[in-house]
């Protein structure tokens, strides 16, 4: 992925991070830190940012409206491709995380030229996780994955959701996609923590 198409990606993320929640709710403010810090445990090499604990529902997520709610993101390349992980995490009891879309929408959301997007796989599991396989804009192979942390309330305690984008003209195999679906999990306590 070039430094350009990681731009864009990342850009794209920050923009979804930072659309506006409700009224009356905590605005989430976004401040670098090292990834030893964060509840993503991601390859080496990424860069990591997260938010405060805030209150209120989880925009864009289905979270409730009740509780607070935490983000944690990772962006860079591992193994040469481009790769980007978010997780949303409900950091009070009572407060929960609902699916928001299916996995396409959301790899839309998260995507510069989403209408570009084109031969969307079957969704699947592997690892743990639903994925599926799709080409960028650009021609780039692409797998974006979203993985459940434990039931909370309605919902779960969290949403781990990632996408790796590999260089134009690479072939995106199985052993790169269980490698992208492994190189993210959820660390650190719940919310009783």
């Not at 040469?80 to 409900?90: C, H, K, P, S």
């Not at 743990?128 to 979203?146: P, W």
Request: overall charge positive; some cysteine; hydrophobic content about 35%.
């Amino acid at each position: 992925m070039t430094s350009r198409s990681l731009c864009a990606l990342a850009g794209a993320a920050l923009a979804l991070m930072m659309a506006g929640p409700s009224a009356g709710q905590d605005t989430p403010r976004w401040y670098g830190i090292d990834c030893s810090h964060s509840r993503l445990s991601v390859p080496a090499g990424l860069k990591c940012s997260t938010t405060q604990n805030y209150a209120g529902g989880e925009h864009g997520w289905g979270g409730n409206a009740g509780g607070t709610f935490r983000r944690w993101m990772a962006t860079g390349a591992a193994d040469g491709a481009g790769v980007f992980y978010y997780l949303a995490e409900a950091t009070s009891l009572g407060a929960a995380l609902m699916e928001g879309a299916s996995l396409q929408q959301e790899i839309r959301s998260e995507m510069r030229d989403p209408d570009m997007l084109r031969n969307f796989s079957p969704l699947g599991n592997r690892g743990g996780a639903d994925y599926m396989t799709f080409t960028s804009a650009s021609g780039q192979a692409c797998v974006g994955l979203r993985r459940y942390g434990p039931a909370q309330g309605a919902g779960y305690q969290w949403i781990l959701y990632g996408v790796r984008c590999d260089p134009r003209g690479r072939a995106l195999g199985d052993a790169e996609i269980d490698r992208f679906i492994a190189g993210a999990t959820y660390r650190g306590p719940g919310p009783q923590g």
